[in-house]
């Protein structure tokens, strides 16, 4: 138990990471299909440049980071196991199952732009960011609140979450197309 809170601290540390990873790959793979409505000179400059950047991105920080908290956070239920008996970690669990597949479909996105598949739209893309907000939150207020926290109203709040984030895009895709 002793090295519980140093194993947090470094699962927190390397969340952190991770989060921020994938938020900004997704906003690279924005940029990356919207430079196919660019002229072919500035397309052909760009497009190598993003696949350069989503490919360092994801491999020296994405995946390690990643890496790092799932390494971590399996420390932690090590060191801890009575944590795997808490209904809240339960939850978090599924909501972090969701998080690397959505970690995984990303990965499969850079390769696919890197082979020259543009199968979405950046207003698809802007959709699919949000789903690591969505996500996080989930996440975030799972292990905050843990056993205080009523799973209905939670579910309501997550849902009207959702509404707000994707109202959102779609006020700013209207405006940005202005």
Not at 18 to 30: D, E, N, S
Not at 75 to 97: E, R, T
């Amino acid at each position: 138990m002793e090295y519980y809170l140093y194993i947090k601290s470094i699962h927190i540390v390397f969340v952190v990471s991770w989060m921020a990873g994938l938020f900004y790959a997704v906003r690279l793979f924005i940029y990356h299909i919207e430079a196919n409505d660019k002229p072919e000179a500035e397309r052909n400059v760009l497009r190598p440049q993003y696949e350069l950047m989503e490919r360092r991105l994801w491999n020296i920080i994405a995946v390690p980071a990643m890496t790092l908290t799932l390494v971590s956070g399996a420390g932690m239920i090590y060191v801890n196991p009575l944590l795997l008996k808490a209904d809240w970690m339960l939850v978090k669990l599924g909501f972090v199952g969701g998080l690397l597949i959505y970690h995984f479909i990303c990965q499969r996105i850079i390769a696919q732009l890197r082979n020259g598949i543009y199968n979405w739209t950046s207003t698809q893309l802007r959709f699919w960011n949000e789903l690591a907000t969505v996500l996080l939150v989930a996440i975030v207020f799972t292990v905050v609140l843990k056993t205080a926290i009523d799973w209905l109203y939670g579910l309501v709040g997550l849902f009207i979450f959702i509404v707000v984030i994707m109202s959102a895009v779609k006020i700013y895709k209207y405006y940005r197309t202005k």
